[in-house]
C-alpha cells in the first residue's frame, strides 16, 4: 500500500503539470513511462520525514493529513449538492443537505 501510494502522488504531481498547475519538469516522463521527477520528490520528502522525525509524529501528521483530506471531500460533496442540482448523475444520495451533514 505504501508504494502504491507514492506511485499515486508521483501520477497527482505530472497530472498537475500536464494542467499548467506545476512546472513542466514535473510532465515529463521516464523510458518506462513513469513521472521520474514526482517519484523523487516522493522518495524525497519520505527519506526527510523518516530522518528527521520519530515514527509516532509521522504516524500523527499523516493522521492529520487524511483527516483534513477527508473533510475537503465531504465539503465538496455538500457543495456540488447545492451549487449542481440539476446535474445528471448515476446514483443519488437519499438525504437532504441538512441530514448529509450528520452523514
Not at 523510458?31 to 521527477?37: G, I, L, N
Not at 465539503?75 to 451533514?101: G, M
Request: net charge neutral.
Amino acid at each position: 500500500q505504501f508504494l502504491s501510494e507514492q506511485a499515486e502522488a508521483a501520477f497527482q504531481l505530472q497530472g498537475m503539470a500536464d494542467e499548467g498547475w506545476l512546472p513542466a519538469c514535473f510532465a515529463r516522463r521516464s523510458r518506462f513511462d513513469t513521472p521520474s521527477v514526482g517519484l523523487f520528490i516522493v522518495a524525497g520528502i519520505v527519506l526527510f520525514l523518516s530522518w528527521s522525525s520519530s515514527f509516532s509524529s509521522i504516524v500523527n501528521l499523516l493522521n492529520g493529513v487524511y483527516c483534513l483530506a477527508q473533510l475537503l471531500e465531504f465539503l465538496a460533496f455538500l457543495h456540488l449538492r447545492r451549487a449542481h442540482r440539476d446535474v445528471p448523475r448515476p446514483y443519488k444520495v437519499p438525504l437532504q443537505s441538512t441530514f448529509a451533514c450528520g452523514l
